[in-house]
Structure formats: C-alpha cells, structure tokens
C-alpha cells in the first residue's frame, strides 16, 4: 500500500488545540533541558580549568612523594638557584631566567565585612611568576607592594563572598595578617584565578617558614625536561621530583573523574524524569485522541502515517523548548562561578553543551511520544470510532 503522510500542518495545528496541556509539556521539558545544560556546563566548565592551566613548557618541581598536594609539599628555598644553575635549558630574556619559586597553601581567609572565614588558596610569588605563568594577566591595579595582594577574578566564588567585596582597596585577614587588594588578574580561565598570590618574603614571614612548596620553571625551546627530572632524581638531599605541569594537572583530572561520573549520572537521571513526565502528557495527549486517530485510518492513513506525525508534535514541542533552555543556558548560567575543592571554575555552556542539551531534548520528544502512540494504534478501528 502506497505510503501516504498526513500534512505537516497536522501536527502544529494539534499543539494549539489545546494549549494549555502544550504549555505545561512546554514548560516540563524546558526545566528538564536547562537542568542538563546546567550540568554538562558544569563539567565542561570543570574540565577546562584543569585543561587550560598547565602550560606543555612549564615545569614544577616540588617534595617527593606528595603526589597531587602542592600545599603539604616543602622544599629547600635554595631550590630556586640550585635549579637554574645545573639545569642549561631553562628559558630566559635579558638575563633574566625564567623560574618562580612559590609557597603555595591552602588556608583560612577573612574578607573585611564577611561573617566568618573561608578557606581559600594563596601563594606566594615574586615577579618572574609573571614569566613563567603566562596566561595571567593583571586586570586592575599594580603588583603588590608590601602588605597587599592580588586577587584572582575567581577568588570571591571560592571564598563565598560577592564579588563587590574583593575589589582593590578590600582588606583581607589570613595567617595572622591584614592584607590589602592591590590588584585584580585574570588567567584565561585557569585555576590560578580562583587564588590569592602576595609577596613570597611575606607570606614566609607570615607563616615563619623558610622553605618553598614548588619551584616552577619555563623550559626553552630546546630543553629538555628529562635534565630537569635528572637533577631532581641525582641530587637525593633534596628528595624532589619534577613534573611537566600539563601532567600534574592531567592527573588532577583523572581525580576528578568520579565527579564527571556523577555528573552524567544525575543527566542521565534529569533526562530519564523527562522522558517519565512526557510519556505520562503524551500517554493523556493520544489518550483523548482515540476516536480522530481511529478516523484517520478510517480515510485510509496508514498506522506508520499517524506515528510519524505524533511524532513529529512531540520533537516540535521538544525541539522549541530546547531552544527556550539553549537561550535560558546562555544568558543566565553561562560563566557563572562554581566553588569546588580545587579552586573555583566557571560553568561553561558552549556549542558542545549546547548541542548535547538539544540532543537529549529530541531524544525526550521521540522517546516521549512512541510508546503511547503504539498503544493507541494497536485499539481496533471500531473501538476507537465509539470513542467519538
């Protein structure tokens, strides 16, 4: 039997034939797509923190044995001049060599009008921190001078605070210091943005420590990162082990990975209650269709003719309300500050998410209106005409 389909006007007409059950499906699979938009941001979002902050010619070199914990690691403070006077293949400009040796901690810090501390990140820098870490930039302000700081664009996410109260001239208290905001910087959107950096020799003395957590160097061109772990393995006085950053950061990924796990987890979960809630409108929908179904295969259209146009009301609802949510995504959760344990991350709501949200949205409108179209179609013509 010649295939014969019903109009496409068939089925936009029946979405406005009762617009009050279309509305709530509406709105249903709008909140069901924005919630995975949300999600997949917050991974894509995660991942590319960890993705963009290691530099391929930057290398660390900190305590053996502390594995991913930057801030429990100690090192000699003479690392710093050990390291570029045996290793040749360190990068340097006028003179001036390309290495940056860092306290790094995790600690408790007071925001002036905030009601109690949070932990955030500090390190300790001196100026070649700027060669070695190219992707900061300072946005406001000047490198501190004695008793200030510098404030990452993230740093208010980590530390709970409005970003209004971490803006150059705020004060902050850690260590058993106040601080003052010098500057604010950016770091293409790196988990370095989610710090506090201030002098080194301050934060030592704030701390009454002399040692360093990592040394981080820039290689040149020609180096070779295999004189760097060499020096490191030679000279076993020091216990130290280097690392190329994009490794360390990898490895922070793969810790991570849980995280991404319960992530798509909870997609899965959003996208399974969506398809629930559409079987359950669609099941209602064709339901009280009974009797028009019946009399379109009365006038000789096919059962697969009438599949396909409930299908095609369901993934015109659901393509709509995937576009209401893309938009919904981008405008209100796109770049909005995530506090996590590493640090603080943006959610990023990019082509990817975007399209993976769509996807899942058609998949909600197909998968939402098959089952109780099958159900339908499978009552015999006669029951359904005394459904009229």
């Known amino acids: 039997m010649f295939f014969r389909p019903l109009p496409w006007e068939y089925a936009i007409r029946n979405l406005f034939r009762r617009p009050l059950r279309t509305m709530l499906t509406f709105l249903g699979m709008t909140t069901v797509v924005v919630l995975v938009l949300v999600v997949v ?16 010619r930057t290398a660390i070199v900190f305590s053996l044995g502390m594995g991913e914990n930057l801030e429990y690691s100690s090192i000699p403070m003479r690392t710093s001049e050990l390291v570029p006077a045996s290793i040749s293949g360190i990068q340097q400009r006028y003179g001036q060599k390309y290495v940056s040796p860092e306290l790094y901690l995790a600690t408790q810090i007071e925001v002036e009008g905030q009601a109690e501390p949070s932990m955030g990140l500090v390190r300790g ?9 190219r992707q900061v930039e300072l946005q406001e302000g000047h490198w501190p001078e004695p008793g200030e700081v510098l404030v990452g664009r993230l740093a208010a996410a980590k530390l709970g605070v409005d970003q209004d109260k971490l803006r150059i001239g705020s004060i902050l208290t850690f260590e058993g210091r106040t601080w003052k905001v010098g500057g604010l910087f950016a770091a293409a959107g790196s988990a370095f943005e989610s710090e506090v950096w201030c002098r080194l020799d301050e934060l030592q003395q704030a701390m009454k420590r002399q040692d360093l957590s990592l040394v981080a160097v820039t290689l040149a061109p020609g180096g070779d990162f295999a004189d ?20 360390y950061y990898a490895s922070l990924q793969k810790d991570y990975g849980p995280v991404r ?15 629930f809630a559409g079987l359950n409108t669609m099941y209602g929908s064709v339901v009280g269709r009974t009797g028009e179904l019946a009399t379109l295969r009365t006038l000789g259209f096919l059962r697969r003719a009438v599949v396909v146009s409930l299908v095609q009301e369901g993934v015109l ?3 709509a309300a995937s576009l209401l949510a893309s938009l919904v995504a981008v405008t209100f959760a796109n770049g909005v500050s995530v506090r996590f344990t590493m640090g603080a991350f943006a959610l990023r ?7 993976i949200g769509c996807a899942v949205g058609i998949f909600l409108g197909v998968l939402g209106a098959l089952p109780p179209a099958f159900r339908a179609l499978r009552m015999p013509i006669v029951d359904g005409l005394k459904a009229l």
């Open 41 to 56: 941001g917050f991974v894509r979002g995660l991942e590319r923190s960890l993705a963009v902050s290691g530099d391929p």
């Open 125 to 133: 820098v001196t100026r070649p921190a700027l060669l070695v870490r």
């Open 228 to 247: 760097l772990d060499l020096f490191c393995k030679e000279r076993l006085d020091l216990e130290l082990q280097a690392m190329r950053e994009t490794d």
């Open 261 to 275: 796990h319960l992530a798509w987890l909870v997609v899965t979960l959003v996208a399974a209650s969506g398809v």
């Open 317 to 319: 609802l659901a393509a």
């Open 349 to 355: 709501v990019d082509s990817t998410t975007v399209l």
